[in-house]
């Protein structure tokens, strides 16, 4: 059984860095395109960040050069460090595997 477990999510002014991390388990990771999602209230689900098998990256353009998405696969664990957060960055942030697995989601708060 597939899982995957966020953490590092919280709240912070905006200007602020958080790090968020998801740790995968019951998958062959190396093998799968990983990403992180977001939910804001009263909108949908967007992608922020996808990091390919080989370390290929794509980021949602409200999020480029802010964000950097990475991952560790000897640790299962994919990473996205998020700096210059802004107030429109407050949201759930959850992660994807390409089977279509998905976290429980870890809550980012940007405010003043």
């Known amino acids: 059984q597939v899982q995957l477990v966020e953490s590092g999510g919280g709240s912070v002014q905006p200007g602020g860095s958080l790090r968020l991390s998801c740790v995968a388990s019951?998958?062959?990771?190396?093998?799968?395109?990983m990403g992180w999602y977001r939910e804001a209230p009263g909108k949908g689900r967007e992608l922020v960040a996808a990091?390919?098998?080989?370390?290929?990256?794509v980021y949602a353009d409200s999020v480029k050069g802010r964000f950097t998405i990475s991952r560790d696969n000897a640790k299962n664990t994919v990473f996205l460090q998020m700096n210059s957060l802004r107030l429109e960055d407050t949201a759930t942030y959850y992660c994807?595997?390409?089977?279509?697995?998905w976290g429980q989601g870890t809550q980012v708060t940007v405010s003043s």
């Open positions: 994807n595997d390409d089977e279509d697995n």
């Open positions: 019951g998958s062959t990771f190396e093998l799968l395109r």
């Open positions: 990091i390919s098998q080989l370390h290929m990256t």
